[in-house]
């Protein structure tokens, strides 16, 4: 080998070396700033910074890696969603499947004794808070509302915390001295706590959506006003204070929010449609929400939603730099879900599951049809649940008639609009067993691409199913040390969970999901 040659190999080796170096010296993440954009696709990120480069996705983007092919483990729900990206697991681990979902060993919120046969809906939704008497939520949990559950022999209200199965990077990093505070729609995402119900130091939740009274979902506009609350609990916590302004202990070392307000640009049919929303009388008061073709062009309504969103993402990075702190924070932008469909001409709307079942021919006869039927009935007790969006959840009140049922479905599955039955052994190559864990479906339907079991007008999109639309979200882990780079690599957003805990100079494998459904690190990151 020549001089010349082994000069270069030299100095080739010395800058490989150095730029390692660098990497390891700019290793310094103090904080992690996690936000959940929700229904946000990789699809409205790419389309988004290509049309606004001057934007704080784009500028999210320039210093850090952006993972196009990110999934959100199904289904793909917003509880499912924000846990796969704070514990690293999915229903697998975390037992959670929908926001109201099933669980056959819990009982009814008046049944103060757990007497009789176990069986009841789970519901964490707005519906489980206080209410005032405007019905103005108190942004508190009614204990009274809660299902109740048998612990050690004692009848108690079974809490969003306890009901999480695994822990989450809030309470691993509290663990370990940090700390810690998220905001979200619900007083039900006090999951966020897992299950030592202490995790989040700083917990915000202002209702989105109160039941009989004001829904902000109505409108994008109203949306972004209640974003906003959020926002700034965000800001004052990056400026050392609580949520609410009052002295705190510091920025803390994971802390994040949602915003609604493009999954509502997204979702509604018509923006603002009764005219609840006061402060909407602008040009997009009863303008159409969605997007305007299969390439993801948004409406002026959603539009809105992304435009007001990239700017709060602005108002972060702008506090983080005044305080010295946007060097050593990581911030992650992605989404608890995706929706769909994006094409308005794939949209169908043909009614609710059960109800499709039940006006089969032989829908009131059939007893794979009665069952699901009665299923879909149900609303208190042992008798099953049919939950659906862009997906069925089915739990039956009588096991022994799943394979039944799925036969029925399969065979009706035009009239249905199914695509794809999951029971039995399908199911349990993805789930746990419905026979031996008590929160299973027995039955997933996913229905054929654009199908919305619902008879809403509000609505031209949804979420929950395992399309594409549903599950390939946004994902950009952002710092000034990181390189801009795309990754077109298959990732799952329960890796994010990983990378956090990683970045702060923790272990991963702290998480119980992380162990043991094998969740690895987001790759091609210095950390």
Same mark, same amino acid.
């Given at each position: 080998?020549?001089?010349?040659?082994?000069?270069?190999?030299?100095?080739?080796?010395?800058?490989?070396?150095?730029?390692?170096?660098?990497?390891?010296?700019?290793?310094?993440?103090?904080?992690?700033?996690?936000?959940?954009?929700?229904?946000?696709?990789?699809?409205?990120?790419?389309?988004?910074?290509?049309?606004?480069?001057?934007?704080?996705?784009?500028?999210?983007?320039?210093?850090?890696?952006?993972?196009?092919?990110?999934?959100?483990?199904?289904?793909?729900?917003? #509880?499912?969603?924000?846990?796969?990206?704070?514990?690293?697991?999915?229903?697998?681990?975390?037992?959670?499947?929908?926001?109201?979902?099933?669980?056959?060993?819990?009982?009814?919120?008046?049944?103060?004794?757990?007497?009789?046969?176990?069986?009841?809906?789970?519901?964490?939704?707005?519906?489980?808070?206080?209410?005032?008497?405007? +019905?103005?939520?108190?942004?508190?949990?009614?204990?009274?509302?809660?299902?109740?559950?048998?612990?050690? $022999?004692?009848?108690?209200?079974?809490?969003?915390?306890?009901?999480?199965?695994?822990?989450?990077? #809030?309470?691993?990093?509290?663990?370990?001295?940090?700390?810690?505070?998220?905001?979200? &729609?619900?007083?039900?995402?006090?999951?966020?706590?897992?299950?030592? /119900?202490?995790?989040?130091?700083?917990?915000?939740?202002?209702?989105?959506?109160?039941?009989?009274?004001?829904?902000?979902?109505?409108?994008?506009?109203?949306?972004?006003?209640?974003?906003?609350?959020?926002?700034?609990?965000?800001?004052?916590?990056?400026?050392?204070?609580?949520?609410?302004?009052?002295?705190?202990?510091?920025?803390?070392?994971? #802390?994040?929010?949602?915003?609604?307000?493009?999954?509502?640009?997204?979702?509604?049919?018509?923006?603002?449609?009764?005219?609840?929303?006061?402060?909407?009388? /602008?040009?997009?008061?009863?303008?159409?929400?969605?997007?305007?073709?299969?390439?993801?062009?948004?409406?002026?309504?959603?539009?809105?939603?992304?435009?007001?969103?990239?700017?709060?993402?602005?108002?972060?990075?702008?506090?983080?730099?005044?305080?010295?702190?946007?060097?050593?924070?990581?911030?992650?932008?992605?989404? &608890?879900?995706?929706?769909?469909?994006?094409?308005?001409?794939? =949209?169908?709307?043909?009614?609710?599951?059960?109800?499709?079942?039940?006006?089969?021919?032989?829908?009131?006869?059939?007893?794979?049809?009665?069952?699901?039927?009665?299923?879909?009935?149900?609303?208190?007790?042992?008798? /099953?649940?049919?939950?659906?969006?862009?997906?069925?959840?089915?739990?039956?009140?009588?096991?022994?008639?799943?394979?039944?049922?799925?036969?029925?479905?399969?065979? +009706?599955?035009?009239?249905?609009?199914?695509?794809?039955? =999951?029971?039995?052994?399908?199911?349990?190559?993805? #789930?746990?067993?419905?026979?031996?864990?008590?929160?299973?479906?027995?039955?997933?339907?996913?229905?054929?691409?654009?199908?919305?079991?619902?008879?809403?007008?509000?609505?031209?999109?949804?979420? /929950?199913?395992?399309?594409?639309?549903?599950?390939?979200? $946004?994902?950009?882990?952002?710092?000034?040390?990181?390189?801009?780079?795309?990754?077109?690599?298959?990732?799952?957003?329960?890796?994010?969970?990983?990378?956090?805990?990683?970045?702060?100079?923790?272990?991963?494998?702290?998480?119980?999901?992380?162990?043991?459904?094998?969740?690895?690190?987001?790759?091609?990151?210095?950390?």
């Amino acid at each position: 080998m020549s001089n010349r040659r082994l000069l270069s190999l030299l100095v080739a080796a010395c800058m490989i070396f150095s730029g390692a170096a660098r990497a390891e010296n700019n290793h310094n993440i103090k904080h992690v700033l996690l936000i959940s954009v929700d229904g946000l696709h990789a699809l409205d990120v790419a389309n988004y910074v290509a049309s606004h480069p001057n934007s704080a996705l784009a500028e999210l983007s320039r210093h850090g890696v952006t993972y196009s092919n990110a999934r959100t483990p199904a289904n793909s729900d917003s #509880f499912p969603g924000l846990m796969a990206l704070v514990t690293g697991g999915s229903p697998i681990t975390t037992g959670l499947f929908y926001d109201v979902s099933y669980d056959r060993s819990i009982f009814d919120p008046t049944n103060t004794t757990c007497s009789g046969t176990p069986g009841n809906i789970m519901v964490f939704d707005e519906s489980i808070d206080a209410y005032n008497a405007q +019905n103005i939520s108190l942004d508190v949990i009614d204990p009274a509302k809660l299902p109740r559950y048998l612990n050690n $022999g004692s009848c108690q209200p079974l809490w969003p915390h306890n009901a999480i199965r695994t822990n989450t990077i #809030f309470e691993v990093v509290k663990a370990s001295g940090g700390h810690t505070a998220w905001a979200d &729609k619900h007083p039900a995402y006090d999951w966020v706590n897992g299950p030592s /119900g202490t995790g989040v130091d700083d917990l915000y939740t202002p209702e989105i959506t109160n039941v009989n009274g004001t829904d902000a979902t109505v409108s994008v506009v109203c949306t972004v006003e209640n974003d906003y609350k959020k926002v700034q609990a965000i800001l004052n916590q990056i400026h050392g204070l609580k949520h609410d302004g009052t002295p705190g202990p510091g920025v803390p070392a994971v #802390f994040g929010m949602n915003f609604q307000a493009v999954s509502v640009g997204q979702k509604l049919a018509k923006d603002n449609f009764d005219g609840s929303c006061v402060q909407d009388n /602008g040009v997009l008061n009863g303008q159409p929400g969605g997007y305007l073709d299969g390439a993801g062009t948004p409406s002026k309504v959603l539009n809105f939603g992304l435009e007001r969103t990239d700017q709060a993402l602005g108002k972060m990075i702008a506090a983080l730099k005044s305080e010295g702190i946007y060097e050593s924070t990581l911030f992650v932008v992605s989404a &608890k879900h995706g929706q769909s469909p994006i094409n308005p001409l794939k =949209m169908n709307k043909p009614g609710h599951f059960a109800d499709l079942v039940a006006a089969l021919p032989d829908g009131g006869t059939n007893p794979a049809a009665i069952a699901v039927v009665n299923a879909g009935n149900c609303s208190t007790g042992s008798c /099953g649940l049919v939950q659906d969006d862009d997906i069925a959840l089915i739990w039956l009140s009588d096991q022994s008639q799943t394979a039944a049922v799925a036969a029925y479905l399969n065979t +009706n599955a035009n009239a249905l609009f199914i695509e794809e039955v =999951m029971s039995g052994n399908e199911l349990k190559l993805k #789930f746990n067993s419905p026979l031996t864990d008590s929160r299973p479906p027995d039955i997933i339907v996913q229905p054929v691409y654009g199908t919305i079991y619902t008879t809403s007008k509000k609505k031209i999109e949804e979420h /929950g199913g395992f399309s594409f639309g549903d599950t390939n979200v $946004g994902l950009i882990v952002s710092n000034p040390s990181l390189q801009q780079k795309t990754l077109k690599t298959p990732v799952a957003t329960s890796q994010v969970a990983a990378t956090i805990l990683a970045a702060l100079g923790l272990d991963p494998a702290s998480l119980h999901a992380v162990q043991v459904e094998k969740t690895v690190k987001l790759p091609d990151l210095p950390f």
